[in-house]
């Protein structure tokens, strides 16, 4: 078919104004599936000082996080200590004996070791020395920790309420138990979480 000047233009502002629409909603289905990923792996954990939000990361250990939401989803982490706190260094929780030595009832996990380095906000996966004995513990690093780079299992990253992470308490020793530890309040998927209330 061919088309005089005049029809071709219309018919190039059809198929333009067409495909601009096309872009827009797929663009937007798209951004919507992003912004649900998002907040499927957007963490919320409360503690008496506020807040702390952290951004899982399951390109880089998918089966760590897949293995921490299954447990947040049942409430796993609400009421847990942080048990093992060293200044400078990184708080450490996820374990419901408060000993450092408990876990869940789900498998252990194989390293899944990444070239991504840890430092200020990076959340890890503790582990034994056996580097495939990940289960539930995790820490979060106060400052660099590149020393764990290629060693730990990097989960995530904290995204907001470093603040309140700085806050958590101490340990006094240089093992960094803590007497009287700080607790997780709660801990939710954000895509779990109810919305906030209007002020």
């Known amino acids: 078919m061919i088309f005089h000047s005049r029809q071709f233009s219309r018919a190039l502002s059809a198929a333009f104004a067409f495909g601009l629409g ?14 649900a990923a998002d907040l499927a792996n957007t963490i919320y954990m409360d503690t008496k ?4 939000t952290i951004q899982l990361r399951p390109d880089l250990a998918p089966k ?17 200590v942080f048990h093992r706190v060293i200044d400078g260094f990184m708080a450490q929780t996820g374990d ?34 056996d580097p495939n004995s990940a289960n539930s513990q995790f820490f979060i690093c106060f400052g660099d920790a590149s020393f764990l780079n290629n060693k730990y299992t990097v989960v995530g990253q904290v995204t907001a309420g470093m603040d309140v992470v700085d806050k ?4 006094a ?14 801990m939710q998927l954000a895509s779990d979480a109810a919305p906030a209330k209007a002020k």
């Open 96 to 129: 419901p004996t408060g000993t450092g030595t408990g876990g869940s009832d789900l498998p252990n996990l194989k390293a899944e070791f990444s070239s991504e380095a840890f430092k200020r906000g990076t959340v890890g996966m503790a582990r034994s020395s």
């Open 22 to 35: 096309w872009l827009t909603l797929t663009g937007g289905k798209i951004d919507e599936a992003l912004a």
């Open 49 to 52: 000082d506020g807040r702390i």
């Open 173 to 186: 020793g240089g093992d960094g138990m803590v007497t009287g530890p700080d607790k997780i309040l709660k």
């Open 64 to 80: 760590h996080v897949e293995q921490i939401k299954a447990l947040t989803k049942r409430g796993f982490y609400n009421g847990i």
């Open 168 to 171: 958590i308490k101490k340990g």
